[in-house]
């Protein structure tokens, strides 16, 4: 009776894992998750507030990043060729959504690479933010396109909105 008990504890502990395993297969499309502590992908440094970070879903790889700014440099790199799914997150509740549905600011926010860029879900939060703090909001990508056309980034407090 003893060893039948055991075996089943055995068999059912197999099956616990074996469905949290495939669980983490087919979450390779969803929406990555940061852990803090987890170290850049761009600098290098760990990624210690979550309000700040960003990831990138490069087919079956995440790159993880501690700020928009390291982001934002690879997306104009190599990165920008490949299928990629980019996810920033939201500074008001560190949730991590896709760019396309996210406004960016640039400002005089203290960043972790000192670029002053943070995402808002809420367009009304980043305008003001935006006016708060003397700056701009735009999408990602209109971001990414001045980095690419070789527009050198101002101080953020010169940035008008």
């Known amino acids: 009776m003893r060893s039948d008990r055991h075996d ?3 068999l059912a502990a197999i099956a616990c894992f ?3 395993a495939a669980g983490c297969g087919t979450a ?4 990555p998750r940061i852990v803090a502590g987890t170290p850049c992908a761009g600098c ?3 990624v210690r507030d979550l309000r700040w970070s960003a990831a990138c879903r490069m087919g079956g790889r995440v790159r993880v990043y501690d ?3 390291c982001a934002l440099r690879d997306e ?3 990165a920008a060729a490949r299928e990629t799914a980019l996810y920033l997150a939201d ?3 560190a949730v991590l959504h896709r760019s396309d549905s996210l406004w960016v600011v640039r400002a005089d926010i203290p960043s972790p690479m000192g670029g002053g860029f943070a995402a808002f879900l809420d367009p009304k939060a980043a305008e003001r933010v935006a006016a708060e703090r003397n700056g701009r909001v735009a999408r990602f990508p209109d971001f990414a396109a001045d980095r690419l056309s070789g527009a050198k980034d101002a ?4 940035i008008r909105p």
Do not use: N
Not at 28 to 31: I, L, P, Q
């Open 44 to 46: 290098g440094m760990e």
């Open 28 to 31: 390779s499309d969803g929406v």
């Open 155 to 158: 101080p953020a407090s010169r």
């Open 67 to 69: 700020s928009i700014e």
């Open 18 to 20: 074996a469905i949290l």
């Open 91 to 93: 500074f008001e509740t």
């Open 8 to 10: 089943r504890t055995a």
């Open 76 to 78: 104009t790199g190599a």
